[in-house]
């Protein structure tokens, strides 16, 4: 068996919003640099309800001034296990 991390959403989104904020900008500035036509995606992000995909979340460390370790809040008690 090996054991593979799993990414906690929950706590992933609570990470973005706790650095936009940490960053001064607002769910809006996000929109904008991202060009998003709406804020929902970024609001699903920080509900934990999606995760940026990993081109957006690069963009989004580099806006932040974070590393991509200090956004994604990886569980490790909830291990998934496969066969190997």
């Keep these: 068996m090996v054991n593979l991390p799993t990414i906690n959403?929950?706590?992933?989104?609570?990470?973005?919003?706790?650095?936009?904020?940490?960053?001064?900008?607002?769910?809006?500035n996000l929109q904008d640099i991202f060009g998003f036509a709406t804020p929902q995606a970024i609001y699903k992000w920080q509900q934990g309800v999606a995760?940026?995909?990993?081109d957006n979340l690069v963009v989004l460390a580099?806006?932040?001034?974070?590393?991509?370790?200090d956004i994604l809040a990886i569980d490790e008690t909830s291990q998934k296990k496969i066969g190997a």
């Design 9 to 28: 959403m929950i706590r992933t989104g609570q990470n973005i919003h706790r650095l936009r904020k940490q960053a001064g900008l607002t769910v809006r």
């Design 51 to 54: 995760l940026p995909t990993i």
């Design 62 to 69: 580099s806006v932040l001034q974070v590393r991509l370790d």
